[in-house]
């Protein structure tokens, strides 16, 4: 693939951002067209990866490039600007429709062996599971994260605040976690000081040895966790939170990431459909094994699968089912219509999404019959589940007022796939009792050991030390820019943290970093106080964490900022010197894809998209001194600004403004502001005729976005949508396609 400065890679994903990304990507190639930049499409939708991974079962008209792999060996390139939008990070219920879909589609690659006996089956199980969960990210975030919410954006917020609800001083709502027995209180930590290879294995109790994985490479002053989570001791945690939650007339609300902890929380979740339908299980035991039910793809999985079963035996598992429903407490409802609970699907609900929306919501969410209730929320691992604590005990004694508040910024430890804890092939459920040892491959010298029993979750991690001074420095240099308190999130009492501090400590003093005040190194409990107390007397303060936590907190305060995720910038300065543009988070884009399909109103907000694509512009201009795309960038924040002033953002109710709409208002106030700026004659030349007839043509154009809506449509697939069908239903306009190809 030919990559050259002026080029833009923009990446075509799944869902609502992709249906958003089809009305407008046109919009933005014509835009920059005129400036000599070159934009780039690349297809990382998981219908597109699992079509490249098995390329030879297709024909060859069939077959499709690896964009993905072809981004991976580019995200080197010095010069590499990619524009990343949301993608499913596939549980495995997901990943079996995309399979679906593409074989109705003609494509004809094999079934999900669930079960795999030969050794074609095995191969073919192991490919579909690279496919599951965030592989994406691991791949494109060859960097460190700087996530902020641009000035212009929080201005904006103030003078419009959203309604946050108020908490009951007295209101029962409260975080649930394990306090022995899970990965935090098993961890053990420690730094390399030499580089090695290691492999994991399981020491059995008969003495045999079960490798697990045969060679990992790890570099000098690297730092290498290990931790394991107790089955017993969880299914005992769960069997005490649901009768503590029905005794004190609490919903139940278990919040995971099974998207991103791809191994670990589905197993997690699955015990806890286990534990509160014990009885069923227990009773149906044999069936259940027969049918080769799954819980860790949750209760539907079990649904499903006993719908083939002779009526009388089927009905009797429902009964079954509810007579465990009596004395038991209610979960959070995910869609009351449906019937659809938090026990449906591991990737209903998503902890990032799922715990700000309660904590903005006054602490309650839905029952059965669509009351509010208030909410144990559990969170088991108790590694990061205190912070959502914290701020449930600062809202029932402070209002969060949107109107005041500061904001607070965000440093994330994520390069070089640092602290993924959901790595798939590090993460095991144990098979076996006995001794989980790391060793190291050349001298077979035993580096960290667990007494494990069968069915506990273990797992390995890494995080390189070029990552972390990475980090370092990228926080050192923004509060530097700033002058904003700069607050490290690390607990000494955690092993894995207390090696990052150390690190921390030794890179400040090799650095001779003395004259920042602001930087300290706080405990998450007391970071969270600390930043919860300048938020709401209208300070700023940025964020430094590691991986997962970055992902709790850049969702956790621009939700209680803005009311979302998407209006935040998200900026990644890759490791090579190029740089990746992430457009906000998409937990939400499965409904509205949803509503999509039966009104034709499309509700997704591609504001983050704006954002990212100015910010894109802005970094081209200066690695390249491309004048045009400075003013493409000026301009476009200008149009951004309009957008917000007049309220042209979606909304959720179908009729009224939807996105495509709100994209063509976008385009006709960056139009107006390349017609009258001063700087560029060419730009000035192009596009005062273009903006003169969108200008002349709104009522029309306007008309046909409005037309369309308040029917079902077509677009030939959910995860591979047919392209004249999605092409045809994201541009209904005609006289804006016709004006915008004039250009």
Known sequence: MTINKSTIFYTLTDEAPMLA????????????????????????????????????????????????????????????????????????????????????????????????????????????SQLLGSVVNPILR????????????????????????????????????????????????????????????????????????????????????????????????????IKHAYENNLLLSL???????????????????????????????????????????????????????????????????????????????????????????????????????????????????GNEKETKAIIPDSTFAKIYQEIINFCKKNNLDPSIMGTVQNIGLMAQKSEEYGSHDKTFEIPYDGIARIVDVYNNNILIEHHVKKGDIWRVCQTKDESIKNWIMLAINRSKQTNIPTIFWLDTQRPHEFEIIKKIEFFLKECNVKDIKNIKIMSKIDAMNYTLKRLINGKDTISVTGNVLRDYLTDLFPILELGTSSKMLSII??????????????????????????????????????????????????????????????????????????????????????????????????????ATQKLDKDLNYFFTPFFNSLLNNQKKIIKEFQYIQGKPVNIGGYFMPINKLINHAMRPSKTFNKLLNLI
């Not at 039910?293 to 209760?299: C, E, Q, R, S």
């Not at 959720?652 to 994209?663: G, H, K, M």
Request: positive net charge; proline residues 4%.
């Open 573 to 674: 300065p890759l490791l090579s010197g190029g740089n990746l543009f992430e457009t906000g988070s998409g937990g939400s884009a499965p409904k509205h894809i949803e509503q999509f399909l039966i009104e034709n109103h499309l509700r997704w907000n591609s504001l983050g998209e704006f954002l990212a694509l100015l910010s894109s512009l802005e970094c081209l201009f200066i690695k390249t001194n491309n004048k045009k795309a400075n003013i493409l960038s000026k301009t476009l924040e200008i149009a951004i600004n309009k957008l917000l002033d007049y309220n042209k953002l979606p909304s959720p109710i179908v009729n009224e403004l939807d996105t495509r709409e709100s994209q063509f208002y976008l385009t006709i106030y960056w139009a107006q502001a390349l």
């Open 21 to 128: 990304t089809y009305s407008f990507f046109p919009i933005i190639k014509k835009f920059t067209t005129l400036a000599n930049i070159k934009i780039i499409s690349s297809n990382i939708s998981i219908a597109a990866r699992t079509l490249s991974k098995f390329s030879s079962y297709l024909r060859k008209d069939q077959k499709i490039l690896d964009d993905l792999d072809e981004l991976s060996k580019l995200i080197k390139k010095p010069y590499i600007n990619i524009i990343k939008l949301p993608n499913i990070s596939a549980s495995l219920p997901q990943l079996i429709n995309v399979i679906s879909e593409l074989q109705l589609h003609g494509y004809k690659i094999p079934n999900f062996p669930e079960n795999p006996k030969t050794e074609k089956e095995k191969l073919i199980k192991i490919k579909y």
């Open 142 to 241: 060859e960097g460190n994260s700087d996530r902020r919410i641009p000035v212009f954006i929080k201005n904006h917020a103030r003078k419009n605040p959203y309604y946050i609800k108020k908490w009951s001083s007295t209101s029962k709502t409260h975080v649930s976690y394990m306090t022995k027995g899970d990965f935090y209180d098993n961890e053990k930590s420690i730094t390399l000081n030499k580089s090695c290879n290691i492999r994991m294995e399981l020491l059995c109790h008969n003495k045999k040895i079960l490798i697990l994985n045969k060679k990992i490479p790890l570099l000098k002053d690297e730092i290498l966790d290990s931790s394991f989570l107790s089955k017993e001791l969880l299914c005992d945690f769960y069997e005490n939170q």
């Open 255 to 369: 919040h995971l990431k099974c998207t991103m902890m791809k191994k670990s929380d589905p197993i997690i979740f699955g015990y806890a459909i286990k534990t509160f339908y014990k009885n069923v299980f227990i009773k149906h035991k044999k069936i259940f094994k027969k049918l080769n039910i799954n819980v860790n793809n949750g209760l539907s999985n079990l649904l499903n699968k006993i719908k083939i079963l002779p009526k009388n035996k089927y009905e009797e598992i429902i009964y079954d089912i509810k007579k465990c429903d009596i004395n038991r407490p209610s979960f959070a409802m995910v869609d009351i219509k449906k019937g659809i609970s938090n026990l449906h699907a591991p990737n209903y609900i998503i902890i990032d999404s799922s715990m700000p929306t309660m904590i903005r919501n006054g602490g309650k969410m839905l029952d059965k019959i």
